[in-house]
């Protein structure tokens, strides 16, 4: 098994998410196997949301024991609890309330309003992956990350040419006047989010295009946030056409 970047194109996004949707719920299954329980990463954006709901609307849904599995976030944002804008809310609706998952086993990122700062609700984030993490470790074992990429190329809340996307220390930071609103945001580090054993990317649309194939060309990951995304064992791109309109030919793959 090598660990190269791979690019799996899709017709278009209902393609792509049903496709990620069954190859999640087969690795779940091995994951369970093999392992007592699994963490996975979960990511906001259109593409990461429609997985889950594909993940819910597929007649293996209910073939998980959900009770084993973790779910964490790769970034949120610092609004009010109920704010539309939180990737927690849209993924409680497209999935995980849903699914018999342990209320214990779902680690969101605090609310703006839980009576947290910004800088004391990621240290609480570092506090709870630290709980979960193997004796000296600072996070589990991400088994699955999930993330999408803006069209700058941002992942998480690592937008480009900012401290946080080059930051070498810690699992968790704090992000202000992100970019993109809304403009206080908690993220993971790139060193957390390539601890994982895989990561998916899941992008679609000709928005992504540039930002993709500069990122699998070998831009500068301060530049481009997706150039430095690489998980331990694998690191598969799930996209459709029109986002991998740019993508270098030698990178595509017919098969995961
Ligand atoms: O703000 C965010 O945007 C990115 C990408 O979103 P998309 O809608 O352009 O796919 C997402 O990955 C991130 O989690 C989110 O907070």
Redo the contacts with the bound molecule.
């Keep these: 098994m090598t660990n190269e970047r791979r690019v799996l194109i899709h017709a278009d996004k209902p393609a792509l998410t049903a496709s990620v949707a069954a190859r999640f719920l087969t690795k779940t299954v091995d994951l369970l196997d093999e392992f007592e329980v699994a963490h996975v990463v979960l990511?906001?954006?259109?593409?990461?949301?429609g997985v889950l709901e594909a993940i819910n609307a597929s007649s293996a849904r209910d073939t998980i024991d959900w009770s084993r599995m973790h779910f964490w976030?790769?970034?949120?944002?610092f609004v009010p609890a109920g704010d539309p804008e939180r990737?927690e809310g849209q993924a409680r609706a497209a999935l995980l309330d849903h699914i018999a998952v342990p209320a214990g086993n779902v680690h969101v990122m605090a609310a703006a309003d839980e009576g947290l700062d910004l800088d004391a609700a990621a240290v609480a984030y570092a506090d709870e992956l630290r709980r979960y993490a193997p004796e000296g470790g600072d996070w589990p074992r991400f088994d699955i990350t999930f993330?999408?990429?803006?069209?700058d190329g941002?992942?998480?809340?690592l937008f480009p040419d900012r401290g946080e996307v080059g930051a070498k220390d810690g699992a968790v930071l704090p992000v202000r006047d992100?970019p993109?609103p809304p403009p206080e945001?908690i993220t993971l580090t790139r060193g957390a989010l390539n601890s994982s054993d895989r990561v998916w990317l899941?992008?679609?649309?000709p928005?992504?295009a540039s930002a993709l194939g500069l990122g699998l060309a070998g831009a500068s990951f301060h530049e481009v946030p997706v150039a430095g995304i690489k998980g331990r064992k694998r690191t598969v791109f799930f996209v459709d056409q029109e986002a991998a309109a740019e993508v270098p030919e030698n990178l595509i793959s017919s098969s995961y």
């Design positions: 990511t906001g954006g259109s593409v990461g949301i976030w790769g970034d949120e944002r990737n993330l999408g990429v803006g069209p941002h992942v998480a809340s992100s993109k945001r899941v992008l679609a649309g928005d992504k």
